[in-house]
């Protein structure tokens, strides 16, 4: 989703898929600065052989407030969390 700085605000981010092999990040897949505010990421899905952050994967700075991250597969913030507090 993001590269670069994205600020969130008030937008949720529900049912989405990412999918194949080493599929990454089913609702946001973050490689830079994001800032989630009033933003909740509910029922995304990342499938495949090795897939991870059915919510959110991180490879930059993920800032959450008021920001839920849950009911997402195979998990919230990929396994170890890549999201503090997620």
């Given at each position: 989703m993001t590269a670069g700085h994205a600020p969130t605000f008030g937008s ?68 170890p969390s890549t999201v503090p507090g997620c």
């Amino acid at each position: 989703m993001t590269a670069g700085h994205a600020p969130t605000f008030g937008s949720p981010v529900s049912r989405n898929t990412a999918g194949g092999t080493n599929a990454e990040g089913g609702g946001i897949a973050a490689y830079g600065s994001l800032n989630l505010t009033g933003s909740a990421v509910t029922g995304n899905t990342a499938t495949g052989t090795n897939a991870r952050g059915g919510g959110i994967l991180n490879f930059g700075t993920v800032t959450r407030i008021t920001s839920p991250v849950v009911a997402n597969i195979p998990d919230q913030c990929g396994t170890p969390s890549t999201v503090p507090g997620c």
